[in-house]
């Protein structure tokens, strides 16, 4: 990987400008193995099986037929096979894993000295994506290289390397420079998981004895299991067919299997919850539910030249000039067919959606497929949407009564018709919970159904280039009474990635929302720019459309309109970015003399960071299918504190207290508008909202062993306070010297606790782990 910046040529400026060579290298190294197993059986968020298509259907990948001549359901419920829809991991290896590490270590001359460190590594029990090493991973091949000299009182070390600030247990708080692999949540030493950046590291020691330090580094995010850098950046787009389901992104989620997958990056990119892939799925329902409103046989489509499409039964690819708007508009006016809303739609018979579905007999499977028997008894519906509706019914290929065709509800439609053929998230209203994309859309109307018609998702990352740095100081001092203090402050990019929702067009243009409402007694519809205070409808247009009054079924003569036209299906955003965030805070720690327990270190550590971003989620909005105006990154300036206390008892057992409060200076809390936590929201948990002023309580212990204090055991205990409950995380380790090169090493995981919290999510990855370490 091309690492070209300002900081890595200072770096190897610093090593290869002298004319010395290398007087001598001392080479030593470390071989590595740990091995662990699930110690609870279930499964980890996000995996939900493998989908694979109807194997009955289809001649080509991703390509299911469901129309034409012939062709009958091969089951019940037709679309998507799921192998393992709650696949159970039981004690499972996750983790086999080989790290050897190389350090190597010299003079440069008689003012300079070097350091690197390289590592390869292998685990063959690793999803595919961390299986090997990875460059700004904690599995970075080159891990550290850096050169250490001094100029004019000045400490310079110069390279790639890490700097700690803060002496926080279990969390990081001042370490504003380095970012963090947390693909094994905090499970890895703060040293292992802290992943190291190039960066020119100086430090001077003043008159008084206080310290000054100057780090100017290369901005990097925090890596999370499902949102990083391996998320695919291809446009997802299911295609278009009338008769023919396309399932293009089939299992298209990100790390999905990854043991530390979290509730929150799986509502973004996971395979069947994240609206990544859930947004093609909805594109390619809306452009079925536009046309199943248009009859069998007739001119239904005017395409840009406005010569009339005339759908032939059985014929594929219709959908190419296949307009939502000019296909649907007319047929939407009658005041049931407005709301595409829970109490709604949900509820509607089919036979009471735009007239009569079919006619009063018995409708078989030779008649369903036959240019006469579609004409004749599925007057107002298409072939592909009749599918749909005898699936829900049970009829498959054979003959079903009429009145159980158009006894089918919209809610049956949409879990058993439509649902099963992908393998998404889209619709279980069966199931009696508020879980599903579709019911979180209780206030869409058909009219931003048309908007969504062929809609298509991207993930884009906009981070920051080599020229850009991250800039931090710190001053240290002890004050007159044994007070170690430091005040550090810094300019950088926020370590936590944030995503960007917006609608584009396909040159990459943003469009504008608007709303659309029909008015007067002819059925016209007029568009303007979007005002959340009317729900009507959404939909999209050019930047700059305006508005405009238009006839029914001519949507598409405005200019820039989109929905389903040909070259105008919009795409969904997720732009992953970092922004630029003011870090001022500081740190303090003293001992305290106490006859019971003797010394105390009291120590503590407090940062105010401004201009950083939190997600807002707004129900009502996404209610209503404002998908960009429903999850918003908003700006919120943040403090942090932790207050912690250090004794020694029963013959050196250090103990350690922590409280610790994160708080959201600018928190949201207006009903259904509320700061969510970026954690743990998600579609199975009511997109879980935040905390303004969030606790943690943390206790540890360390103590050696063995006859000689040879060996060491340690325990982290942390309780993470939530909204309905609180979650809790225990790691128990302990470290065998088995003689002076070789140590042995166990580790236990334990996460328990209210399910929608950041340890509770993660009960099912409770693990075992062990390791044996070889120094040479």
């Not at 071989?31 to 197993?37: I, K, L």
């Not at 004794?647 to 969510?676: H, K, P, R, W």
Request: charged share 20%; proline share 2%; net charge negative.
């Amino acid at each position: 990987m091309k690492k070209q910046n300002l900081i890595l040529s200072a770096a190897l400026a610093a090593i290869f400008s002298t004319s010395a060579v290398f007087a001598e290298a001392e080479v030593t190294g470390k071989f590595t193995y740990e091995r662990a197993q699930y110690s609870k059986s279930g499964s980890t968020i996000g995996n939900n099986g493998n989908s694979t298509l109807d194997s009955t259907f289809g001649t080509g990948t991703g390509v299911m037929q469901v129309g034409g001549v012939g062709t009958t359901p091969g089951s019940p419920t037709y679309g998507m096979v799921t192998t393992g829809v709650t696949p159970s991991h039981d004690s499972n290896v996750f983790k086999s894993e080989a790290r050897a590490q190389i350090f190597i270590d010299g003079e440069v001359n008689s003012n300079a000295t070097f350091h690197v460190e390289i590592q390869g590594l292998s685990d063959g029990k690793a999803i595919k994506a961390y299986d090997s090493t990875e460059a700004y991973t904690q599995r970075d091949p080159l891990r550290e290289a850096y050169v250490d000299t001094e100029a004019n009182d000045w400490s310079i070390r110069a390279g790639k390397q890490q700097v700690v600030w803060g002496t926080a247990d279990g969390m990081k708080l001042l370490d504003a420079i380095n970012p963090t692999d947390y693909s094994e949540m905090a499970q890895n030493q703060m040293e292992d998981s802290r992943i190291p950046v190039w960066m020119i590291n100086t430090e001077k020691t003043l008159e008084d004895g206080s310290e000054l330090q100057i780090v100017v580094s290369q901005p990097r995010e925090n890596i999370f299991a499902g949102l990083n850098r391996g998320v695919d950046t291809q446009v997802r787009s299911n295609g278009i067919g009338t008769d023919v389901v396309l399932d293009n992104t089939l299992n298209n989620g990100t790390d999905t299997g990854h043991a530390f997958m979290m509730k929150g990056p799986d509502t973004i990119t996971g395979v069947k919850n994240g609206f990544l892939n859930i947004v093609p799925d909805l594109g390619s329902v809306a452009t079925r539910f536009a046309m199943a409103f248009t009859p069998d046989g007739s001119s239904f489509v005017t395409d840009t030249t406005s010569t009339a499409i005339t759908e032939a039964v059985g014929t594929t690819g219709i959908g190419l000039n296949y307009s939502a708007g000019g296909a649907t508009q007319s047929n939407l006016n009658a005041a049931n067919m407005e709301g595409f809303t829970v109490t709604k739609f949900k509820n509607f018979r089919m036979d009471e959606m735009n007239g009569a579905l079919v006619n009063t007999v018995a409708v078989s499977a030779a008649d369903a497929e036959t240019s006469a028997g579609n004409g004749n008894n599925f007057a107002n519906i298409t072939e592909g949407m009749e599918r749909a509706i005898r699936n829900v019914a049970g009829a498959g290929g054979a003959t079903v009564d009429v009145a159980a065709l158009n006894a089918v509800t919209g809610a049956q439609l949409l879990d058993n018709g439509f649902a099963p053929l992908y393998n998404t998230n889209l619709s279980t209203f069966s199931d009696g919970k508020n879980d599903s994309a579709f019911e979180y859309m209780g206030a869409t109307t058909f009219r931003t159904f048309d908007a969504f018609a062929n809609a298509k998702s991207q993930y884009v990352y906009n981070m920051p280039e080599n020229k850009d740095l991250d800039v931090a100081t710190r001053f240290k001092a002890t004050t007159k009474d044994g007070v170690n203090y430091s005040i550090n402050a810094s300019y950088n990019y926020d370590k936590n990635p944030i995503i960007d929702l917006s609608w584009r067009n396909d040159a990459g243009s943003k469009l504008a929302t608007y709303k659309s409402v029909v008015t007067g007694t002819g059925g016209n519809t007029t568009l303007q720019i979007y005002d959340p205070s009317n729900t009507t409808a959404v939909g999209l247009v050019a930047t700059g459309a305006g508005t405009a009054t238009v006839a029914p079924g001519n949507v598409t003569s405005v200019n820039g309109f989109y929905g389903g036209a040909a070259g105008q299906a919009a795409t969904l955003r997720f732009t992953q970015e970092v922004k630029r965030v003011t870090q001022i805070g500081g740190s303090f720690d003293t001992a305290i003399e106490t006859a019971e327990l003797g010394p105390v270190v009291i120590r503590g550590e407090v940062l105010y960071t401004k201009d950083g971003y939190s997600p807002v989620m707004d129900k009502d909005k996404l209610a209503y299918g404002d998908l960009v105006g429903a999850l918003q990154m908003v700006k919120a300036d943040r403090f942090k504190f932790v207050l912690g206390a250090d004794v020694t008892a029963l013959t050196n057992m250090m103990i350690s207290a922590q409280f610790i409060q994160d708080s959201n200076l600018d928190f949201v809390d207006n009903g259904n508008e509320y700061t969510a936590d970026y954690a743990t929201m998600h579609l199975s948990n009511g997109f879980n909202k935040a905390i303004k002023d969030k606790n943690f309580y943390s206790l540890f212990f360390s103590k050696p062993f063995g006859a000689s204090g040879e060996h060491r055991w340690n325990n982290i205990t942390m309780l993470e306070e939530g909204v309905n409950g609180n979650g809790k995380w225990n790691r128990l380790d302990a470290e065998f010297s088995i003689n002076d090169d070789t140590q042995a090493t166990v580790e236990y995981n334990k996460y328990w606790g209210d399910a929608n919290t950041q340890f509770g999510q993660l009960e099912k990855s409770s693990n075992i782990q062990v390791g044996v370490k070889y120094s040479f």
